[in-house]
């Protein structure tokens, strides 16, 4: 009784290591090969395993097809193979044996035996000794033994793969963070003649006793090299003048005109009128991009909590919102590579001079402003400004994707929903910042890029996933795919291709208003 429990217990788990696997209707499972060894007039047991994959069996059927090849009938075919293995290049001959003597050896009991080909027939064995059996060919038998040694197989079938791999392009892949303020392109060198001819061109504009905003602003467009970015965004957010002679004034100015906000208010933090507000920045801080390094540090999120403080003070009309902390991160991390050649996602920001690191706050401080400044209805009360550009976006898609926009009604998402986050934070959440700092160029180089193209941009953006979204068939799937669309790879290429569908939509939409209603 017991016997038959145990040969049920295997026929009912055929999971289990060493369960019987019937082989062509056979009621016991195929003889192994190291232990039965055929003689070479026996006709083959074709033996399926059913557990192999698909890419293992078509090496098997190649293998198969090749075995005449190592059946040579005379002497002379003895030494001609002979001469070839002695004469391989140095790569072969550290996976294949220069003499035609090999070996095979035994796999100890206690350990896992190496996969083996199923229907390939194994050499007999002469002459063992203590290491294992060896199989000898020459003039005695006039016949060239193949060793079916699989480590032989395992190496040459590396080989094949790595050579298959090289001859194949590959695009290097973005890292999760790193070069957040250096991403030229998807895979792309850091600087290309074409760059170089950019960064020339920007330079030579900068260098001009007057700067032209707006040759400025069409080079920027299509991004700014790492190098000028600081400077370019200082000019194109208004924060600096054109004329160069006034800029080491103006910085000055303004920079000694933000610490002494912060000697007049930041003390009034802990009273009550202010207690709430800065609770909720303190609250805010630490979850602001959690996987860059940077922002972790105390020093930071202190400089963070100080620019937010003293913006929700001078601004009692709105005060703070969550999400504008989000939007100091790019200011912050382009004026801190201006002093930092490394990337900066884990550069200490103590070992700056204080100085260097007063700048950089007060320059975030003041282009920060300058932005918020032409979206503030998007933090007033009851935030009419987002909920005026959600509706908008609703009837921009419902013309330029009518199969999207029905899915949603179908499975009643809203687009408030998903789309209230891409308006208050800018996409921050949805892209990495790198992407969001090449994002960033053009709505500097944009008249009202903050306020008004990026409407043109979350509607190029939600329709680039029209695949997965109509892929998804019911409320929740959908919301979860829209809070979390996979762009942790993406690079300047994607950006770039995403930003030329939003200047269509914009060039067809924008002067004809009316064109958003049916």
């Not at 550290?94 to 080909?117: G, I, V, W």
């Not at 290491?131 to 079938?157: F, T």
């Not at 790595?162 to 250096?182: G, H, M, N, T, W």
């Not at 490394?342 to 690191?357: I, K, R």
Request: glycine share 4%; proline share 7%.
């Amino acid at each position: 009784m017991a016997t038959d429990n145990r040969i049920h217990f295997w026929r009912r788990n055929q999971k289990v290591p060493g369960s019987l696997q019937p082989v062509y209707g056979a009621q016991h499972p195929p003889l192994d090969p190291r232990r039965h060894r055929p003689l070479k007039d026996t006709p083959k047991v074709s033996s399926v395993n059913t557990t192999k994959s698909k890419k293992p069996a078509t090496f098997h059927e190649f293998a198969r097809s090749t075995n005449d090849a190592w059946d040579l009938d005379d002497e002379e075919d003895d030494c001609m193979f002979s001469l070839k293995q002695s004469s391989s290049s140095p790569d072969q001959s550290r996976s294949t044996p220069q003499t035609p003597r090999l070996r095979l050896f035994k796999a100890p009991e206690d350990t896992e035996p190496l996969p083996r080909l199923p229907d390939r027939q194994e050499p007999i064995s002469t002459n063992p000794d203590e290491d294992g059996l060896d199989v000898e060919s020459g003039p005695a038998n006039g016949r060239v033994v193949k060793s079916c040694s699989d480590v032989q197989l395992n190496v040459n079938a590396a080989r094949n793969t790595l050579q298959k791999q090289q001859s194949l392009p590959v695009r290097p892949i973005v890292p999760l963070v790193a070069r957040i303020s250096d991403q030229n392109a998807s895979g792309a060198p850091p600087m290309t003649v074409r760059e170089k001819t950019r960064l020339d061109k920007f330079k030579q504009l900068l260098a001009s006793p007057n700067t032209d905003l707006e040759e400025l602003r069409k080079h920027s467009w299509s991004g700014i090299p790492r190098e000028v970015r600081p400077i370019t965004w200082r000019l194109l957010s208004g924060y600096l003048p054109a004329n160069r002679e006034r800029r080491d004034l103006v910085l000055q100015r303004k920079r000694e005109e933000y610490f002494g906000f912060i000697e007049q208010y930041y003390h009034s933090r802990t009273d009550d009128n202010h207690r709430d507000t800065y609770r909720q920045i303190h609250i805010d801080i630490p979850r602001t991009n959690p996987l860059i390094p940077l922002f972790q540090q105390p020093l930071v999120q202190e400089v963070f909590e100080r620019i937010l403080f003293i913006w929700a003070i001078r601004h009692p009309a709105s005060g703070y919102v969550q999400g504008i902390n989000d939007l100091v991160t790019p200011f912050f991390v382009v004026f801190l590579s201006e002093f930092v050649e490394e990337d900066v996602e884990s550069f200490e920001m103590a070992s700056l001079p204080l100085d260097t690191q007063r700048n950089i706050e007060a320059d975030s401080f003041w282009c920060m402003s300058k932005l918020l400044d032409g979206i503030q209805d998007n933090y007033t009360f009851a935030q009419p400004g987002i909920q005026i550009k959600v509706k908008a976006l609703e009837e921009l898609v419902s013309r330029i994707d009518e199969d999207v926009h029905i899915h949603f009604l179908k499975y009643e998402v809203e687009y408030l929903q998903f789309a209230f986050r891409w308006m208050n934070n800018l996409l921050m959440r949805e892209l990495p910042l790198r992407c969001t700092i090449r994002l960033w160029d053009t709505y500097q180089a944009e008249s009202e890029g903050f306020s008004h193209f990026h409407l043109y941009v979350c509607a190029a953006f939600l329709i680039k996933w029209r695949k997965e979204i109509l892929s998804m068939l019911d409320f929740q799937s959908l919301l979860i795919l829209l809070q979390n669309l996979p762009t942790i790879h993406w690079g300047n290429e994607e950006v770039g291709l995403l930003l030329a569908e939003a200047y269509r939509l914009k060039y067809m939409f924008a002067d004809a208003p009316s064109h958003y209603k049916r």
